[in-house]
């Protein structure tokens, strides 16, 4: 199969997946170009916000968040129906032969109940129903779903959080990656230089042919990590475009570079604004509050339940061939309700509530207490990388020198071959370990960032 007829293809395959998954026909149509499977196509040079902004927008994994919410959100209006007016309006229609009660369909509130007659009969009934006094168990429903509501918004937020952080650790393993590339591009150049000499002075006969065979296996060993360093930054483009939620097709550069980072206030400001900040502590609280209303709605099945009742109702029957009649009537009245003995059920539901409130207390110290460790985490790993960052520069100055120093005296004939190669691998570690401390320390202040709940 030609490239092109692969192409013809792939397009379409991917067109048939376009309008055979749900939501992916929607999105080709969104205004941004798209791919043929229907993932969003960029070609820009993007910043980590940019990044992060894209990724937000994107990410399938915040899209179920959102749809989580709006189902809590949902569960909020199903709660607050339950304190207000319900009516509902119910048709019979039967014959027999003995009176039996007919009950209208379960999920029909309120539900209507029916006494048949022996007779053939067409009956239709308005019923209304109003909570009086419950005990504070419609409140509780309400409250536990405005709670269960913020705890999901704060999950939102956490998740928002969370994508953040690792769409800039890959961004930053990109620019680990290239400069990686650009230590490696050095050595290859140094050491091709370092061939070209050895060639010359072995053809002049003033090196043994080990020396030039020498170099040329530092050269073809520099070449090997300049290659495996270029794939990575393959592979984090990769896992980059993916995390941002973009189809591998779109272009992307990166405005952005790994830089010094500038010093942080005092780990207990960070701690403090962390446990104010976080999503996580948030939404604990949420779910300690929400399990405090499942307390107070157990609690109210030890209280009456009232409800005001109002009926209409007219019914058609037939008694025989020749006669029938109709007949009209209404209800009002109030209904209330206890039970007397439940052989401990309600004391059982009241003490499971009570226990969900003390783990839900529980889990939400414990989530204080992670998230002090993360900041303090992240800020001592900040620290020891701000200390090597520093450290790694100055290796890099003496690694320089000790290359130039080596190189003219093995010129001088005052050192060897293996001397100068030694030398320069040194120089590319002292310049691979500044990147990766450097890349330690964007990585640590972007961890204690998302720790104190910022983006």
């Given amino acids: 199969m030609t490239k092109h007829s692969r192409m013809a293809a792939f397009a379409l395959i991917g067109a048939a997946l376009c309008t055979s998954i749900p939501g992916i026909a929607d999105a080709a149509d969104a205004g941004m170009p798209h791919d043929p499977s229907g993932q969003p196509v960029i070609s820009q040079t993007v910043s980590v916000s940019d990044a992060v902004g894209i990724a937000l927008k994107n990410s399938p994994t915040i899209a179920s968040r959102k749809a989580l919410l709006s189902a809590t959100s949902a569960r909020v209006g199903m709660a607050q ?150 794939a990575d930054v393959e592979m984090a483009f990769i896992e980059l475009r993916n995390m941002m939620g973009v189809s591998q097709t779109s272009q992307l550069a990166l405005a952005d570079d790994l830089s010094v980072q500038s010093a942080l206030p005092a780990i207990n400001e960070l701690q403090v604004t962390a446990v104010r900040q976080s999503p996580e502590v948030s939404a604990m609280q949420a779910r300690v509050a929400s399990a405090q209303s499942n307390v107070e709605v157990a609690k109210s099945a030890l209280k009456p339940q009232i409800y005001a009742t109002a009926m209409a109702e007219i019914s058609v029957s037939k008694s025989s061939e020749m006669s029938s009649g109709t007949d009209t009537g209404y209800l009002v009245g109030l209904a209330a309700a206890i039970p007397l003995l439940d052989g401990g059920s309600r004391k059982s539901s009241i003490q499971e509530a009570q226990a969900m409130h003390e783990q839900m207390q529980a889990d939400q110290r414990e989530t204080v207490l992670n998230v002090a460790k993360r900041v303090a985490t992240a800020y001592t790993q900040f620290s020891a990388a701000t200390k090597n960052v520093s450290l790694a520069q100055a290796a890099i100055t003496q690694a320089e020198e000790d290359y130039r120093v080596i190189r003219m005296r093995y010129e001088a004939g005052k050192a060897t071959n293996v001397e100068v190669l030694d030398s320069l691998a040194s120089l590319t570690r002292a310049k691979t370990s500044y990147i990766e401390a450097l890349y330690t320390q964007n990585m640590a202040n972007a961890t204690l960032t998302r720790a104190i709940g910022q983006r």
Avoid at 138 to 153: I, P
């Fill in 81 to 230: 129906a339950m304190t207000r007016l319900q009516v509902s309006t119910t048709t019979f229609a039967n014959a027999g032969d003995m009176p039996m009660i007919y009950r209208g369909p379960d999920n029909v509130q309120p539900q209507s109940i029916s006494l048949t007659s022996d007779r053939s009969r067409l009956n239709q009934t308005v019923m209304a129903m109003y909570p009086i006094y419950t005990g504070g168990r419609n409140q509780g429903l309400v409250s536990g779903a405005k709670a269960n509501t913020e705890a999901a918004r704060f999950d939102l937020a956490t998740t928002e959080l969370d994508v953040s952080l690792a769409v800039k650790q890959i961004y930053f393993r990109v620019l680990l990656a290239r400069r990686t590339v650009e230590a490696y591009q050095s050595r290859v150049n140094e050491a091709t230089e370092r061939v070209r000499i050895a060639q010359v002075a072995y053809e002049a006969g003033r090196i043994a042919k080990y020396d030039l065979l020498r170099n040329q296996t530092e050269l073809a060993d520099a070449q090997q990590m300049l290659v495996n360093a270029q």
